[in-house]
């Protein structure tokens, strides 16, 4: 069984950063495939950024509308997943949830290939 616990989420102004934090307790962090989604009232859950392990490296995947001012990242000694978040706009307003997945996927997966969830972490952007 994977748990995750999100972290990190806050009220910012626009243009400011955050990092939000996922601790994932479980077997194979280091295989998992992971992905930082989010939804904003009235919207469906949409995925922002998926890492996923290929051979011996970990590849990145961004949806357009953060390329370039959101990250994706891994610690696997500390079995995180973290999203480094610049210029944030009131658009980015969200809870942002961390999703695990047994399997490779690459790209950013779809919210129903994720295999466990987290609670999510909001996020407010004032403008």
């Known amino acids: 069984q994977v748990q995750l616990v999100e972290s990190g989420g806050k009220l910012v102004e626009t243009g400011g950063a955050l990092r939000l934090s996922c601790i994932v307790s479980?077997?194979?962090?280091?295989?998992?495939?992971m992905a930082w989604f989010r939804q904003a009232p009235g919207e469906e859950r949409e995925g922002v950024a998926g890492?996923?392990?290929?051979?011996?490296?970990?590849?990145?995947y961004y949806i357009e509308s953060v390329f370039g001012r959101f990250f994706i990242s891994k610690d696997n000694a500390k079995s995180t997943v973290y999203l480094a978040m610049n210029d944030l706009r009131p658009e980015d307003t969200a809870v942002y949830y961390c999703?695990?997945?047994?399997?490779?996927?690459?790209?950013?997966?779809?919210?129903?290939?994720?295999?466990?969830w987290g609670k999510g972490t909001l996020v407010t952007v004032s403008s």
């Open positions: 999703a695990a997945k047994i399997d490779l996927q690459m790209g950013v997966p779809p919210a129903g290939a994720m295999d466990y």
């Open positions: 479980g077997p194979n962090f280091d295989k998992l495939t």
């Open positions: 890492i996923t392990r290929i051979w011996d490296s970990d590849k990145d």
